[in-house]
């Protein structure tokens, strides 16, 4: 798969000030939540090329591993973080994003609010003021270090799942656009109808804000461990 991408930036614009410049991946089965997969980069003025290999661990349940086989049974599991992610948002279950709801659970109990961005999470408004964020990153810290012992409370509801899906990303970049394709831009009209409206007309600005993403499999296989 190829993509262009430009980067729209409007004159009067000023709300804000931004520290980089560029596009963010992510490589993901659609039936996951994206909160917590890794985010990839795409600079602008270069095509940014993603070569994926998929990856399926499948572990042996108890007592081999300490994975839970019955998690692959929809109706084997009763847990609120469970239903929440399989039931209710349609999402593959994993630890990972248990762990999150759990976690966010216990910083809502506590802090009487939500994380921001988690609109799904909980009926409580989300953590905006300044004693909100502190008590949420208190929260993080004493997680993290397992100086409480919250972690513990979401060790007995997040069991760990059998199979698991993974995505191997090797990134490498080149100049982009060429010359001759930059000029072959300026003068596509369909090109131009696209970013007409925040492009100064020069070719330098142009190539500043675009951006080009070449994801694709080198084999179509994957390995299973």
């Known amino acids: 798969m190829k993509l262009e991408l430009y980067n729209k930036v409007y004159p009067n614009f000023t709300n804000g000030v931004d520290i980089v410049e560029g596009f963010n991946i992510i490589i993901s089965n659609q039936k996951v939540n994206l909160n917590n997969r890794e985010v990839l980069d795409a600079p602008l003025s270069f095509m940014t090329s993603i070569k994926v290999s998929k990856v399926i661990l499948d572990q042996m349940e108890k007592p081999y591993s300490d994975c839970n086989l019955d998690i692959d049974q929809l109706n084997n599991f ?13 999402f593959e279950y994993t630890q990972t994003d248990c762990y999150d709801l ?3 659970d216990l910083v809502a109990q506590k802090c009487n609010c939500s994380r921001v961005g988690f609109p799904y999470l909980f009926n409580y408004p989300p953590c905006l003021s300044r004693i909100q964020v502190q008590c949420e990153l208190e929260m993080l810290i004493k997680f993290i270090l397992r100086s409480t012992n919250l972690k513990d409370k979401c060790d007995s509801k997040c069991p760990l799942e059998c199979k698991k899906i993974l995505y191997e990303t090797q990134l490498s970049y080149l100049n982009f656009p060429s ?3 930059l000029k072959h831009l300026i003068n596509d009209e369909f090109s131009i109808s696209i970013f007409n409206d925040t492009w100064n007309g020069s070719i330098e600005h142009l190539r500043n804000n675009i951006a080009g993403i070449q994801i694709y499999f080198p084999r179509l296989e994957y390995t299973s461990i």
């Open 179 to 181: 010359d001759n394709y």
């Open 102 to 104: 759990c976690f966010w």
């Open 78 to 90: 009763d847990n609120i973080y469970y239903n929440r992610l399989v039931n209710e948002l349609n």
